[in-house]
């Protein structure tokens, strides 16, 4: 086995950059990443060392490698026994076996590892070497700069990829050997199809809004990593199929200028565009420069853009004639001595991911130069998470090696991602713009969606892919990698990848600015700067009819505020999907809002309803008893009220945001609560399996906080403190994965992934209950934590579940049972709460942001699943 492959001028190949299509960090972590792997291999295979040098020569090189950990079984090498007389009597010579003498330099391993029951397999870059092991019954993998690289005949050898010939029935399927131009290819179909259409349009207005400013008719454009130019023919002619169809960009922006078109602005179309494509791969250059051949373009000098090249083409636009000139640049925008002035936009698709966040926006910030600050352009951003449709439990297996869920695996191949230098969190990369001035414009998901029959190539790109990460972690977790993979492809299945399209602003304007009187001002308890204030206020007045309603406050009425009391500007307040949908639904009937909650003891839960009970705000008055009035004015507050611009409620029943959260993650303070209420109430013990019914937000949380404080634990045959989700919906599970459920599955695999010491259900469905207590183990535990409202709940309780001694219990968060309040009060699980919410930082799971005017819309999308959690914003 050789553990190195050299360049023709003795120096390392980078071959994973070459590979895999991504730049994975420098040759020593490379090193250390293989050492590592090694290590893990020869703790469940017998790996060898064969080489014709001296075996002195042998131990220094492993020594120097730093390979001296790895428990190899043995060295073969001429010197490894004494030599082997040949020859006839009167002409014996002494020989020292090297492996063009396969019968006896192979004969210890042959001798140790049958071969009717084992299979051997020598890894080398000799040709002749390989042929001369084969002619013995040994497998041969070539590792040399034209073949595979090392990392990738162990994959093969492990079966984690596909061979590029198979050579025997073992393998299924054709073989396969990475091309960077084949995956590019192949990946931009689905590239034009995944990008989110919403973020497109809203691209085109801007970019129009700009055109239209300079009044020049001009439209510059630096794509980051232009691969085979697939952004740019997405501009040009558009891409897409059906509801994910995208019009050309051109077109979009002259269609916004025409119809922002004013008398006495002449720009109405587009006249050049200028587009600088930065592409660091030599590989792609001439691929390239023959799409743009077939495009139409012709190849023209520029000496005034250096090396590279530049093409242009005058093309015709209904009605507008548009002349194109692109220059490639064959190197990384990173080190661009003279970058483009005055762009308008920088694109990286497929790109922003492969950075530290905070370093990618510092290099943006260097490469755009010049008057204005440019659009920046991130589609196709790898969300975190990766899964197949449908997703497979876990599996035992005759060989007692456990065959991971599909969950668990993809999970793994993050890890491995994020390992070699990926940021898989998009909300990183816009924290980091906010953070250096900018703000975040559009975003919207751009989810790959992978058929194996439709995208075969990146379909078997991906397995690939898996293969050289993923698989590797599970190896090394002692897993069944290749029974993974076998089964992967046993029944191909879709696989989605999770990506967001990113529209920001690298230059914002400034949010600093001086505040003058009206509704921003702050008062104390005597002060009536401000005389009227209009409040809007949500209201629920019949089953699926939710309206707002708008009350005008006069605030300098001596009654206005009274002195226990404290008044709030809402900066944003958070649907509950379960309560709030049961009361829009009108699944209720009358009885007290919450006895428990201040304020709304008094209130019966009847129409017409003001509700709500995930508001934050700033405090802008206090009554004349708040004694901290001075320290509270002017800092955030959440409260249990309903969805209203501003809020007037008792000191009593606020609190104040603990520093350093934001108000968009304390908004979810409740939900927060009631999954650690629901997680206290299941009393899970170390090591005990618990499944979660329902992935809405309430379910999300339980699944992230389970998550938080249990490490899924493997034996040969059986899984320990694993987090198992189900929902019916596919965005919900790949949340699940990205939030750390060992596995995220459809509601009808829970019998092949049960049964459950503990089942927590949250789904609002009677199905989900019914399954929850038919696959929860004899003498297990059901957690209910829906609110059914008045429905009449068919459940099947036959003598099944009479003799199983299955516990069912409800859980409601509103008060400490009695269980528990010998250790925990109300005020101490707030205390929790505050700190979980700070650690999880559960705004990422925000899916829509609405004006309090569309809450008719906001229900309805949550009703029909299409949303997970609604957030609503008023001004501040």
């Known amino acids: 086995c050789l553990l190195g492959v050299c360049n023709k001028d003795g120096t390392q190949l980078d071959d994973e950059k070459v590979r895999s299509g991504y730049d994975h960090g420098n040759a020593l972590k490379q090193r250390r990443a293989l050492a590592k792997h090694l290590k893990s291999i020869s703790q469940i295979h017998s790996v060898y060392l064969a080489s014709n040098s001296p075996k002195a020569h042998i131990v220094r090189v492993i020594n120097s490698m730093g390979l001296a950990s790895v428990d190899f079984a043995g060295i073969l090498s001429p010197d490894m026994d004494a030599p082997i007389k040949t020859g006839g009597l009167g002409k014996q010579e002494l020989i020292y076996p090297t492996k063009s003498s396969p019968r006896q330099y192979y004969k210890h391993i042959m001798d140790r590892h049958h071969q009717k029951f084992n299979r051997i397999v020598l890894l080398d870059d000799s040709l002749h070497n390989i042929r001369q092991a084969e002619s013995v019954g040994i497998e041969g993998i070539r590792i040399n700069q034209l073949g595979r690289t090392l990392e990738e005949g162990l994959a093969e050898a492990l079966r984690h990829i596909s061979p590029s010939n198979p050579k025997s029935a073992v393998h299924s399927g054709k073989g396969y050997t990475f091309s960077d131009v084949k995956y590019l290819r192949a990946k931009n179909n689905v590239d034009s199809n995944a990008i989110n259409p919403s973020v497109w349009e809203q691209l085109a207005h801007q970019l129009a809004l700009r055109i239209q400013q300079k009044a020049d008719g001009k439209l510059r454009i630096a794509d980051l990593g232009a691969g085979m130019l697939s952004m740019l023919e997405l501009i040009m002619a558009g891409g897409g199929t059906e509801a994910r169809a995208k019009p050309s960009m051109l077109v979009l922006i002259n269609k916004y200028l025409a119809l922002g078109q004013k008398n006495d602005n002449p720009t109405s179309s587009i006249a050049k565009l200028e587009y600088f494509a930065y592409e660091s791969n030599l590989n792609l250059l001439q691929g390239c420069k023959d799409r743009l051949i077939r495009m139409g373009f012709n190849e023209v000098q520029d000496h005034l853009h250096g090396d590279g090249f530049t093409f242009r083409h005058v093309t015709s636009e209904p009605a507008h004639a548009i002349e194109i000139t692109i220059h490639i640049r064959p190197t990384d925008f990173q080190g661009e001595q003279n970058p483009p002035k005055d762009l308008d936009l920088i694109i990286g698709c497929c790109f922003a991911d492969l950075f530290d966040p905070s370093q990618l926006v510092l290099s943006l910030k260097r490469f755009a130069i010049g008057r204005t600050s440019p659009l920046v352009y991130f589609p196709i951003t790898f969300g975190g998470t990766t899964q197949f449709r449908p997703s497979m439990p876990s599996q035992s297996q005759h060989n007692h090696i456990m065959i991971p869920s599909d969950t668990t695996a993809f999970r793994m191949y993050s890890e491995s991602l994020a390992n070699h230098g990926h940021n898989l969190d998009p909300s990183q990369i816009v924290n980091a713009i906010i953070d250096h001035g900018g703000s975040l414009i559009s975003k919207g998901a751009s989810d790959w969606i992978i058929d194996p029959t439709l995208d075969r190539h990146l379909w078997e790109t991906m397995m690939y892919f898996f293969g050289m990460s993923g698989a590797r972690e599970i190896a090394d977790h002692h897993l069944d990698s290749a029974g993974w993979v076998k089964r992967c492809r046993a029944d191909p299945r879709t696989i989605v990848v999770s990506n967001v399209d990113l529209l920001l602003n690298?230059?914002?304007?400034?949010?600093?600015?001086?505040?003058?009187?009206?509704?921003?001002?702050?008062?104390?308890?005597?002060?009536?700067?401000?005389?009227?204030?209009?409040?809007?206020?949500?209201?629920?007045?019949?089953?699926?009819?939710?309206?707002?309603?708008?009350?005008?406050?006069?605030?300098?009425?001596?009654?206005?505020?009274?002195?226990?009391?404290?008044?709030?500007?809402?900066?944003?307040?958070?649907?509950?999907?379960?309560?709030?949908?049961?009361?829009?639904?009108?699944?209720?009937?009358?009885?007290?809002?919450?006895?428990?909650?201040?304020?709304?003891?008094?209130?019966?839960?009847?129409?017409?309803?003001?509700?709500?009970?995930?508001?934050?705000?700033?405090?802008?008055?206090?009554?004349?008893?708040?004694?901290?009035?001075?320290?509270?004015?002017?800092?955030?507050?959440?409260?249990?009220?309903?969805?209203?611009?501003?809020?007037?409620?008792?000191?009593?029943?606020?609190?104040?945001?603990?520093?350093?959260?934001?108000?968009?993650?304390?908004?979810?303070?409740?939900?927060?609560?009631?999954?650690?209420?629901?997680?206290?109430?299941?009393?899970?013990?170390?090591?005990?399996?618990?499944?979660?019914?329902?992935?809405?937000?309430?379910?999300?949380?339980?699944?992230?906080?389970?998550?938080?404080?249990?490490?899924?634990?493997?034996?040969?045959?059986?899984?320990?403190?694993?987090?198992?989700?189900?929902?019916?919906?596919?965005?919900?599970?790949?949340?699940?994965?990205?939030?750390?459920?060992?596995?995220?599955?459809?509601?009808?695999?829970?019998?092949?992934?049960?049964?459950?010491?503990?089942?927590?259900?949250?789904?609002?469905?009677?199905?989900?209950?019914?399954?929850?207590?038919?696959?929860?183990?004899?003498?297990?535990?059901?957690?209910?934590?829906?609110?059914?409202?008045?429905?009449?709940?068919?459940?099947?309780?036959?003598?099944?579940?009479?003799?199983?001694?299955?516990?069912?219990?409800?859980?409601?968060?509103?008060?400490?049972?009695?269980?528990?309040?010998?250790?925990?009060?109300?005020?101490?699980?707030?205390?929790?709460t505050w700190a979980l919410v700070k650690f999880l930082l559960p705004s990422r799971l925000i899916t829509k942001r609405l004006p309090l005017n569309e809450a008719q819309q906001a229900y309805e999308l949550l009703d029909r699943g299409e949303e997970i959690a609604i957030c609503f914003e008023y001004e501040y």
């Not at 629920?540 to 500007?569: C, M, R």
């Not at 004015?633 to 000191?651: E, M, V, W, Y």
């Open 506 to 832: 690298l230059q914002a304007v400034s949010r600093f600015h001086e505040k003058g009187g009206g509704e921003d001002s702050i008062r104390g308890a005597n002060d009536d700067t401000v005389q009227a204030v209009s409040v809007q206020e949500i209201q629920f007045i019949a089953p699926y009819n939710v309206t707002t309603v708008t009350k005008l406050w006069d605030t300098s009425d001596p009654g206005h505020l009274l002195p226990d009391q404290v008044e709030i500007d809402s900066v944003c307040s958070l649907i509950s999907s379960g309560t709030e949908l049961t009361i829009y639904k009108g699944s209720f009937k009358s009885a007290q809002l919450d006895k428990n909650i201040k304020g709304m003891a008094d209130k019966l839960m009847e129409y017409p309803l003001a509700y709500g009970y995930c508001l934050v705000g700033r405090v802008v008055a206090c009554g004349s008893n708040v004694d901290d009035a001075e320290s509270l004015l002017g800092r955030l507050a959440f409260t249990f009220s309903p969805h209203s611009s501003r809020i007037i409620t008792d000191r009593g029943a606020i609190q104040m945001v603990p520093d350093g959260i934001k108000a968009e993650d304390a908004v979810f303070m409740p939900m927060v609560e009631t999954a650690l209420s629901l997680i206290h109430d299941a009393h899970i013990r170390l090591g005990e399996n618990v499944a979660v019914y329902g992935q809405g937000l309430l379910g999300l949380l339980v699944t992230s906080i389970l998550s938080m404080q249990s490490l899924s634990l493997f034996s040969p045959a059986n899984c320990f403190s694993s987090v198992t989700a189900f929902d019916t919906f596919e965005d919900r599970l790949s949340l699940s994965s990205s939030l750390g459920a060992t596995s995220a599955l459809k509601p009808y695999a829970a019998a092949l992934a049960g049964p459950f010491d503990v089942s927590i259900e949250v789904s609002g469905n009677p199905r989900a209950l019914q399954s929850a207590i038919d696959h929860t183990s004899n003498n297990g535990r059901i957690i209910v934590g829906s609110w059914y409202g008045d429905a009449d709940i068919a459940l099947k309780l036959g003598i099944e579940f009479h003799r199983s001694h299955k516990m069912i219990r409800t859980s409601q968060v509103s008060a400490v049972p009695p269980t528990l309040a010998g250790l925990w009060s109300k005020e101490r699980r707030f205390s929790f």
